[in-house]
T-cell receptor, first 109, second 116 residues
Framework: SQQGEEDPQALSIQEGENATMNCSYK?????LQWYRQNSGRGLVHLIL?????REKHSGRLRVTLDTSKKSSSLLITASRAADTASYFC?????????FGKGNQVVVIP | GAVVSQHPSRVICKSGTSVKIECRSL??????MFWYRQFPKQSLMLMAT?????????EQGVEKDKFLINHASLTLSTLTVTSAHPEDSSFYIC????????????FGPGTRLLVL
């Protein structure tokens, strides 16, 4: 099954700065999704990018997808303290999601 | 819209007992529900896929007799951890997709299970 894998980073940034995290995967996909998880809580869907798309925006989020390199990036612009969370990418190959390891982002007020 | 609830949010039980976790789609009908397990500071691991009215499909390595899944209606799926052991202690999360077969999964808030 597909396996999304983030670079195992723990980002600590100042409020207002941008946060970038990456994800790589190994097999073909239909789409790739990014989720946010606050500590001890469920996941919140952030954005979905299809395999035929290269870039997508949603508010302060920007996602890129490079299917030739099997990688994706999530950029959060003008970060806020409320953005502090873990961020997971998940690849979707047959309506089943395979999650990456996650990035812990801490935004310092 | 697209709200998924789980009950209970937290449960502590003794070793050897069984625990049932409910997953409900509150404002949509969910043809497919998924059950995940998450260990501290780790990613989500898919345990099984459940379609309404049919048997669940379990991922490799997940014991179907240990983790009983029932999806009796379009709004409810249950996961029963049978004869729980301390190693079953984990965070269990469900998700659901709607009858339109959407690509987005809507996640519940999770259930933290602690087996003593």
């Amino acid at each position: 099954s597909q396996q999304g894998e983030e670079d195992p980073q723990a980002l600590s940034i100042q409020e207002g700065e941008n946060a970038t995290m990456n994800c790589s995967y190994k097999t073909s996909i239909n789409n790739l999704q990014w989720y946010r998880q606050n500590s001890g809580r469920g996941l919140v869907h952030l954005i979905l990018i299809r395999s035929n798309e290269r870039e997508k925006h949603s508010g302060r989020l920007r996602v890129t997808l490079d299917t030739s390199k099997k990688s994706s990036s999530l950029l959060i612009t003008a970060s806020r303290a409320a953005d502090t969370a873990s961020y997971f990418c998940a690849t979707n190959g047959n309506n089943r999601l395979a999650f990456g390891k996650g990035n812990q982002v801490v935004v310092i007020p | 819209g697209a709200v998924v609830s789980q009950h209970p949010s937290r449960v502590i039980c003794k070793s050897g007992t069984s625990v049932k976790i409910e997953c409900r789609s509150l404002d949509f009908q969910a043809t497919t529900m998924f059950w995940y397990r998450q260990f501290p500071k780790q990613s989500l691991m898919l345990m099984a896929t459940s379609n309404e009215g049919s048997k669940a499909t379990y991922e490799q390595g997940v014991e179907k007799d240990k983790f009983l899944i029932n999806h009796a209606s379009l709004t409810l799926s249950t996961l029963t951890v049978t004869s729980a052991h301390p190693e079953d202690s984990s965070f269990y999360i469900c998700s659901a997709t709607g009858t339109s077969g959407g690509e987005t999964q809507y996640f519940g808030p999770g259930t933290r299970l602690l087996v003593l």
